[in-house]
């Protein structure tokens, strides 16, 4: 990552980047990058043959700290599905609001200029009350 620069930004974009290049090989069609609405977001909506998925991109640099999906807490994770059910309700989402719907983290951890990944599918399964 070298030329880069080090901010939070660049890092995150990075790590969304390599992540739409994991779901594109696993099949998936990235359907959204950072959809927003209001103060809510989104980093990657995709589709594949399993359903939409509403996928969380963690990026960290290699340190001591907590594996980067344990920050998707309780309140973030309620952000999100507040945020997929808005888009599920747009006209590009209303084609998708028959189908399995996911929420996934992929983790993206840089180790100089190394990366390594994990894909956690169904991280969370929203409760409805």
Same mark, same amino acid.
């Given at each position: *990552?070298?030329?880069?620069?080090?901010?939070?930004q660049t890092l995150g974009k990075r790590g969304e980047d390599i992540a739409c290049e994991m779901l594109r090989g696993m099949g998936h069609?990235?359907?959204?990058?950072?959809?927003? =609405?209001?103060?809510?977001?989104?980093? =990657?909506?995709? $589709?594949? %043959?399993?359903?939409?998925? $509403?996928?969380?991109?963690?990026?960290?640099?290699?340190?001591?700290?907590? %594996?980067?999906?344990?920050?998707?807490?309780? !309140?973030?994770?309620?952000?999100? =599905?507040? !945020? !997929?059910?808005?888009?599920?309700?747009?006209?590009?989402?209303?084609?998708?609001?028959?189908?399995?719907?996911?929420?996934?983290? *992929?983790?993206?951890?840089?180790?100089?200029?190394?990366?390594?990944?994990?894909?956690? %599918?169904?991280?969370? =399964? %929203?409760?409805?009350?």
């Amino acid at each position: *990552m070298e030329g880069e620069g080090n901010s939070r930004q660049t890092l995150g974009k990075r790590g969304e980047d390599i992540a739409c290049e994991m779901l594109r090989g696993m099949g998936h069609t990235i359907l959204e990058r950072n959809w927003r =609405i209001g103060h809510l977001e989104i980093d =990657i909506i995709s $589709f594949d %043959p399993d359903g939409i998925h $509403f996928v969380e991109v963690k990026t960290r640099r290699q340190s001591i700290q907590a %594996p980067p999906q344990e920050s998707v807490d309780r !309140a973030k994770q309620s952000r999100i =599905i507040k !945020a !997929a059910r808005s888009f599920l309700r747009t006209s590009k989402g209303l084609p998708y609001g028959n189908h399995e719907c996911h929420f996934d983290i *992929m983790a993206i951890t840089f180790k100089g200029d190394t990366w390594t990944h994990e894909w956690f %599918p169904q991280a969370y =399964i %929203p409760i409805y009350l």
